[in-house]
């Protein structure tokens, strides 16, 4: 096998366009460095394949960036690795320590809402798929078979293979999700697998993808102020959400196809994920979504609304309390006057009551002279 067709071998092993250009690239600036195929690589052991990594490593941090010098030394240990090789490296080194870069848009969830406000059907599931924190290779090959799901007012796991990592992630979609995208496969040709199709058939490419993306940021007027707005972003505020609701990095790992030890997989069941999915998506939902001030109005209101309740049960006990208290005095009056017709006679107490009418009529014009 010639030299050219090794490398060839092994980029044609890499489903991921992007990924495959970067490797290229890491590969070109090795040899550029080492001045000879990475092939000739293959000829030295571990131990010496492991000082030429620490040396490359080190000339690349003299004039790049940690996550450059990351992406390139990765791509020739990977390399290695494909043809059986165990570079031993320095660990010390922190060769895949990652830094936080400044080159991407910080995308926030408001932003997101105002894209999925003016969005078109197939727009808001491309919005919802892009939340889940897959990778958007993944992402244009999702079949709408995989969501073909009975809705329900609960999330809904569905197991994504990546092809990256080659491991299954555990996507959740939630009422919000599934009650859009049983709409969308309603319009899909049923002939195409894909859940986003192209119109030549088969699914659409990662660049095809990205352009309606950042056309609807476009529409929508999100400036991302000269940065960088791609698909990872999506990916990035899943898990920043995760972190910020405490949410352990390998559920979030699993939830999004990140591949996580295996030892702790083990021990990772669908009721944890699901409880997880949840917190997620109360956060990240489109719809329904209120400012402090609107909540706040909204709970007075309930407030209200409860307080009312309560006074017109309280009304309507005081009415029926009057009612029975109005017929005992009644009843009270009826039995005196029974008792007293008995032991004076009717005349007399007809007198008795007439005396006591002219006197409060009396009372009354007093108070109604000297007010």
């Known amino acids: 096998m010639a030299d050219m067709q090794k490398m060839e071998h092994w980029l044609g092993d890499i489903p991921s366009p992007q990924t495959r250009k970067n490797y290229r690239s890491g590969i070109a600036s090795f040899e550029k460095y080492f001045g000879k195929p990475i092939e000739d690589l293959l000829k030295l052991n571990d131990e010496e394949l492991g000082h030429e990594i620490n040396k490359y490593y080190s000339w690349l941090k003299q004039s790049h960036p940690q996550n450059t010098c990351r992406n390139q030394t990765n791509a020739v ?3 290695l690795k494909h043809f059986g090789k165990n570079p031993k490296y ?12 400044t080159r991407d848009h910080m995308l926030t969830v408001d ?8 969005a078109s059907l197939e727009e808001k599931v491309m919005v919802k798929t892009w939340m889940l924190g897959l990778r958007i290779g993944d992402a244009c090959k999702l079949e709408w078979q995989q969501f073909n799901l009975k809705t ?17 992630a555990h996507v959740f979609i939630d009422p ?16 195409n697998k894909f859940l986003f199709q192209s119109e030549k058939g088969g699914h659409v490419k990662e660049k095809q993808l990205l352009r309606k993306l950042q056309s609807l940021q476009k529409k929508a007027g999100i400036d991302a102020k000269g940065k960088v707005f791609g698909w990872h972003l999506g990916r990035k505020l899943f898990l920043r959400t995760c972190a910020e609701l405490g949410i352990t990095s390998w559920n979030a790992q699993m939830m ?10 083990t021990y990772i069941n669908g009721v944890l994920l699901k409880n997880d999915a949840k917190k997620i998506h109360n956060v990240l939902k489109m719809e329904n979504q209120l400012n402090g001030n609107d909540k706040r109005v909204e709970n007075l209101e309930s407030a209200l609304k409860n307080l ?4 017109m049960a309280l009304k309507t006990r005081q009415d029926e309390l009057q009612k029975q208290y109005i017929q005992m005095k009644k009843g009270i009056m009826m039995a005196n006057m029974a008792i007293f017709e008995k032991a004076l006679g009717k005349k007399h107490v007809e007198r008795l009551e007439r005396a006591y009418v002219k006197q409060q009529v009396e009372r009354q014009r007093r108070a109604e002279d000297y007010p």
């Open 77 to 79: 240990i990977q390399f």
């Open 90 to 101: 320095k660990k010390s080194l922190g060769i895949y320590t990652t830094t936080l870069t």
């Open 111 to 118: 932003e997101c809402r105002e894209m999925w406000k003016i």
């Open 152 to 168: 329900s007012e609960e999330p809904q796991e569905v197991l994504i293979s990546t092809h990256k990592e080659g491991i299954a």
């Open 176 to 191: 919000e999700f599934q009650k859009l995208i049983e709409k969308q496969i309603a319009n899909l040709d049923r002939s």
């Open 256 to 265: 999004c196809g990140k591949a996580v030890d295996k030892s702790i997989a």
């Open 308 to 311: 009312e309740t309560e006074n």
